[in-house]
């Protein structure tokens, strides 16, 4: 199954023929126009190759410079239905996030295992329906949720997306769980943006740093901030989905504070799996508490 996100994040810096796709150009328009990018089309002697240009990253503000405090919970590849799945792990910091006072979760992608490479032995039906029953028993909790290559697996076989099938049955039960359409989200808190991204790692002997490579990435592209009615907002948090590897660390010549909370597969980032911000945005400075 072609992994339709990893082809998005390598477009951005290679050109390829419709051959290498492995898709229908169509399908991969309509996917790469759902993501915020133009296709740029050219011929290399005679052969046509495509790239792609990230446009205008989507925003949604939580709180503007009115408020100055923040904490929240990150969370990333949950693999919900895979059978590795760690479900009281999940259950367990969700407790204790809202025992801690935490009110907002944001979880960049994987909520569900999807179909690929036969990993899961659960129906999708099953899978939106386990991912139900847990996040139900947290109504403290508001959620901010992007799509993951794994969500994406499902579409790819004619399903609907589980995320969008799930955030209806919350909200049903009064649960505030927010679906975003895409890979690639900014947050404004307190002034200031959150992105949050399933990024594709393409380096495995890098995956601890893999984040920071990528805000370099921004950084070279100018998408290191975001503007909004005229007004410029800068990237200072970054929450990274897909590595597996639980990261928290401040990428000081950037100015961005780095979360990569790891997964909720037994057997892997058991030490923490879940990352919690807390502090204070004075005169866009960030003060960590």
Not at 104 to 125: K, M, Q, R
Not at 188 to 200: A, P
Request: charged fraction near 30%; include cysteine.
């Amino acid at each position: 199954m072609v992994n339709l996100l990893h082809l998005c994040e390598v477009m951005t810096n290679c050109w390829l023929e419709e051959s290498e796709l492995r898709v229908p150009i169509e399908v991969f328009r309509k996917f790469a126009k759902r993501n915020n990018f133009i296709i740029e089309k050219k011929s290399f002697d005679g052969v046509i190759k495509y790239k792609l240009k990230r446009k205008k990253i989507p925003i949604h503000f939580i709180s503007g410079e009115e408020k100055t405090e923040f904490k929240f919970m990150d969370l990333a590849d949950l693999h919900i239905g895979n059978k590795k799945f760690d479900g009281k792990a999940l259950r367990n910091k969700l407790q204790s996030a809202v025992d801690g006072g935490i009110r907002v979760g944001f979880i960049a992608g994987d909520v569900f295992e999807g179909c690929i490479d036969g990993t899961t032995h659960t129906s999708y039906l099953e899978q939106v329906m386990l991912a139900y029953y847990i996040f139900r028993d947290y109504p403290q909790l508001t959620y901010y949720v992007i799509n993951g290559n794994h969500e994406y697996s499902f579409e790819q076989i004619g399903l609907p997306n589980p995320i969008r099938r799930l955030e209806a049955m919350l909200k049903e039960e009064g649960i505030k769980f927010h679906f975003f359409d895409v890979y690639l989200m900014d947050f404004v808190i307190c002034g200031v943006i959150k992105r949050v991204m399933h990024v594709e790692r393409q380096d495995f002997n890098k995956k601890r740093i893999f984040a920071a490579l990528k805000i370099k990435s921004f950084d070279e592209e100018g998408n290191l901030y975001n503007k909004f009615n005229g007004k410029i907002y800068q990237v200072r948090f970054f929450l990274v989905g897909h590595i597996h590897v639980n990261v928290q660390m401040y990428y000081a010549k950037k100015k961005v504070f780095i979360s990569q909370p790891g997964s909720f597969l037994k057997s892997e980032c058991v030490e923490e799996r879940a990352n919690i911000i807390r502090g204070r945005v004075i005169e866009n400075k960030i003060f960590m508490t």
